[in-house]
């Protein structure tokens, strides 16, 4: 579903310096897998979803994304996949029945097919109750998972969340998890998560892969990677991997 080969990815600054963020990476994401992926603030973490989501693109080396070449056909990538940021992503102004099926009429569906898909999602994503709610008035819990729905609406084979329970009191997260989880037992998805929250990640994660200073630095089961480092917890593992010290944004 995913893969990487020689990933890299180069700034210049305004001053001349370069600034290699992305050192060369390369992995696989097979169809069906839940794969946490990890780092420091400056890793490289957030630069390389963006090249995987099309949104820059690599200096060098490349990767096919649900079947799709990221240098070769971005646009067939992006049609394929589902990104969901860290900001949310409906209008503060729509219903939020009236939002998905925005959404599914600019993905191509007719007005039917976009009505049909928003009400599954609706009862799917347990949203049914705040279908005819202006999104403003949702809580952050509410709004996270109407994200998420806007993420299905074109019933994607790949999920990108990158920080998706950011700003979640522990019940909001709590429900966030099943959500994630249900994903694959009503979709089948492939999902891509990034966090900072290693817990969620340990619970939700089949596979985990940790990046610092650009380059993979660990990829296996979190039962795996506790078990080689000697660690109980997964906040433990990944400070054993990259250090104590502070990193900048």
């Known amino acids: 579903m995913i893969s990487a080969r020689n990933l890299t990815k180069r700034f210049r600054l305004r001053r001349g310096e370069v600034v290699e963020a992305v050192r ?9 897998e839940l794969v946490a992926f ?9 630069t ?19 079947g799709h070449d990221i240098r070769q056909d971005p646009a067939g990538a992006r049609r394929a996949i589902g990104y969901i940021g860290q900001g949310h992503g409906a209008g503060d102004y729509f219903r939020v029945r009236d939002e998905l099926v925005t959404q599914g009429r600019l993905y191509g569906q007719t007005r039917k097919q976009a009505r ?27 709004r996270r998972r109407l994200d998420i729905a806007i993420g299905l609406v074109h019933r994607p084979p790949l999920l990108f ?5 950011t700003g979640l009191d522990p019940q909001n997260r709590a429900n966030l998890a099943e959500v994630i989880r249900r994903l694959r037992s009503e979709f089948a ?21 940790v990046i ?11 039962a795996r990677l506790k078990e080689q480092t000697a660690k109980d ?3 433990d593992v990944f400070l054993e991997l990259t250090g104590r010290s502070l990193r900048n944004d």
């Open 212 to 222: 610092d200073h650009g380059r993979v630095i660990a990829d296996d089961e979190p």
């Open 48 to 66: 390389t979803l963006r090249m995987l989501t099309t949104l820059v693109p690599p200096s060098e080396g490349t990767a096919t994304v649900a």
């Open 38 to 46: 990890l780092g420091p603030n400056g890793a490289g973490k957030s």
């Open 116 to 142: 049909t898909r928003a009400d599954e999602l609706l009862t799917v994503l347990d949203l049914e109750p705040l279908a005819k709610r202006t999104v403003s008035t949702l809580s952050g819990g509410q």
């Open 24 to 32: 060369g990476i390369s992995f696989d994401v097979h169809a069906g």
């Open 233 to 235: 917890s997964l906040d």
């Open 189 to 209: 998805t492939t999902v891509f998560l990034t966090t900072h929250y290693l817990p969620e990640a340990d619970a939700l994660a089949e596979r985990v892969i």
């Open 161 to 165: 969340l990158d920080e998706p329970s």
